[in-house]
Nanobody, 124 residues
Framework: QVQLVESGGELVQAGGSLRLSCAAS????????MGWFRQAPGKEREFVAA????????YYADSVKGRFTISRDNAKNTVYLRMNSLIPEDTAVYYC?????????????????WGQGTQVTVSS
């Protein structure tokens, strides 16, 4: 069992930056692929970014490519999402997720554990 706790979400102006963190419990964090997803009001949850178990492979949604960076620190059992050049369309609840797999994956169904989410609001 893995428990995930996100933090770092807040209200920010367009053009600003944030760094989200996701702290994981358990000793096997380094064997999980990790991902970030988001859900805006009235919309389905969508993929944002993913990383393999060792950070060697990363994937990004086209809408965030070049602006967001996913990284992980296995010694701290933490995965991060650095978000730059934020736009109002980035407003959503951001969720961290863990998959019992080494390879990074963009599929929601591949993820086994989910955090409770952290709210990011970007004002224009």
């Amino acid at each position: 069992q893995v428990q995930l706790v996100e933090s770092g979400g807040e209200l920010v102006q367009a053009g600003g930056s944030l760094r989200l963190s996701c702290a994981a419990s358990g000793r096997t964090f380094s064997s999980y692929a990790m991902g970030w997803f988001r859900q805006a009001p009235g919309k389905e949850r969508e993929f944002v970014a993913a990383t393999s178990y060792n950070g060697g492979t990363t994937y990004y949604a086209d809408s965030v490519k070049g602006r967001f960076t996913i990284s992980r620190d296995n010694a701290k059992n933490t995965v991060y999402l650095r978000m730059n050049s934020l736009i109002p369309e980035d407003t959503a609840v951001y969720y961290c997720a863990a998959a019992r797999a080494y390879r990074a994956t963009v599929r929601t169904d591949d993820y086994d554990y989910w955090g409770q989410g952290t709210q990011v609001t970007v004002s224009s």
